[in-house]
């Protein structure tokens, strides 16, 4: 089973930025997939960036388009969620997921399409 491992969360002030990495320690990263999902207490889960396996293709949420980016280092094999301008409504425990390459993704923004998720980082955005 792929393991994921999300890091960089923590707590910054609005209009602050973070940036988030996804890795894998034992498989290679490059064959999968990304996408990157919040989830805030009492909400649903919420798909906010996705990226191709050759980081060709990106999509974001409306939610954070213009201020989320989403990037890939396949030498490092290390995937990224660098987020600027953060206000209160970005606070949420934030997870890297993955699907192989090999599987058709139709919308990458979908928690269902995904086979393998991260434990999840806390991002707090608080003044």
């Known amino acids: 089973q792929l393991q994921l491992v999300e890091s960089g969360g923590g707590l910054v002030q609005p209009g602050g930025s973070l940036r988030l990495s996804c890795t894998t320690p034992?498989?290679?990263?490059?064959?999968?997939?990304i996408g990157w999902f919040r989830q805030a207490p009492g909400k649903e889960r919420e798909g906010v960036a996705s990226i191709s396996s050759g980081g060709d293709s990106t999509k974001y949420s409306d939610s954070v388009k213009g201020r989320f980016t989403t990037s890939r280092d396949n030498t490092k094999k290390v995937v990224y969620l660098q987020m600027i301008n953060l206000n209160h409504e970005d606070t949420a425990v934030y997870y890297c997921a993955a699907v192989h390459t090999l599987v058709v993704v139709d919308d990458p923004l979908r928690e269902g399409e995904y086979d393998y998720w991260g434990q999840g980082t806390q991002v707090t955005v608080s003044s």
């Open positions: 034992k498989y290679d990263l490059n064959y999968y997939y």
